[in-house]
C-alpha cells in the first residue's frame, strides 16, 4: 500500500476556493487555484521561496 504523501493538505471549497498545502523544509504554503495559479506564503526571502517552488514541482510530477 501506498503512503498519503500529501498529509498536509486542507481542501474546503465552500470556505476558500484554493487548495492549501503546507510543507515544513522549507517551511512554506502552497495556495494552488483551480485556474491553475499557485501562490507561495511564508518564506523569507526568494531562496527559499524557489527552494520549496522546487519541492512542490518534483511532489506533483511523480
Known sequence: MEKN???N????PSQFPAL???IQKPK???LIFSNGQ???TGTKNLKIAK???K???DKITL
Do not use: G, P, R
Open 51 to 53: 527552494e520549496a517552488m
Open 28 to 30: 512554506a504554503s502552497f
Open 55 to 57: 519541492k512542490l514541482k
Open 38 to 40: 499557485i501562490i507561495c
Open 5 to 7: 504523501t500529501f498529509v
Open 9 to 12: 493538505i486542507e481542501y474546503e
Open 20 to 22: 492549501i498545502y503546507n
